[in-house]
């Protein structure tokens, strides 16, 4: 049985998603702010997040951001109004697979439910040994992180990690926008479409010694994007210096 748990506010949409919920055979954990989340991931394992951005003190966004980088659980934003783009942009980019406007359908919501469980590869591979290596850069699939031969370890959220991976796998290839939002789990909707440029951004802030200029992350005008640097593929670790 695959456990929820739920942030929000808002008891009786506590009580709606519950009720729903339970009758899939999900077990939902419903909480009202953060302050249990130590508790909970500490002692149960969590499949999937469902946080509402206004819990009254707190920002929902800041939950999210504390989540993705120490939790591998999926994320689905809930928001009955922070509907501008920036807000979903941010809340993609900082690692949710999902962001659902109030009001809307159970139904619907069971269908992104079941879509964030089924596409899960940070989960799939969080036992494999692999490491990319690409120029001077070795990507580690265990820990999510990126290594490079003369600066520290570069934690990535988990908008970056799939778009890094979806690069990884297809080098030298043009990609589409299309293409990558399938590959980052963004759906496909025409209002996401600029969250890719934005992970794009921060990619090449992270990889390019000058991201005005950028060399592994090439834009094809009119195309897509090409991730132009022969890629290696280890079944464990390179050993650092």
Do not use: C
Request: proline share 4%; net charge neutral.
């Amino acid at each position: 049985m695959k456990h929820i748990l739920l942030i929000d506010d808002d008891a009786s949409m506590r009580d709606l998603l519950i009720d729903y919920l339970s009758q899939y055979a999900f077990r939902v954990t419903a909480i009202s702010d953060s302050q249990p989340l130590s508790r909970i991931f500490g002692t149960d394992t969590v499949d999937l997040v469902v946080v509402d951005l206004n819990l009254g003190h707190e920002d929902g966004l800041e939950i999210v951001r504390r989540l993705s980088g120490t939790s591998d659980a999926p994320i689905i934003i809930i928001s009955g109004d922070r509907l501008e783009e920036a807000d979903k942009v941010v809340g993609l980019e900082l690692g949710a697979v999902d962001y659902i406007t109030k009001p809307f359908g159970v139904r619907e919501f069971l269908a992104r439910v079941r879509a964030s469980l089924r596409e899960r590869p940070v989960i799939k591979s969080r036992k494999e040994r692999k490491t990319y290596v690409f120029g001077d850069w070795t990507l580690n699939i265990r820990t999510r992180q990126l290594a490079h031969v003369t600066h520290k370890d570069i934690k990535l959220t988990a908008g970056e990690f799939n778009l890094l991976m979806a690069f990884l796998k297809s080098p030298q290839q043009i990609l589409s926008r299309e293409q990558l939002l399938a590959g980052t789990r963004i759906h496909d909707e025409e209002v996401f479409d600029r969250s890719i440029d934005v992970l794009i951004l921060r990619l090449r802030r992270k990889l390019e010694e000058d991201p005005t200029r950028p060399r592994i992350i090439r834009t094809e005008r009119g195309a897509g994007y090409v991730f132009d640097v022969d890629v290696t593929v280890n079944d464990s670790p390179r050993a650092r210096p």
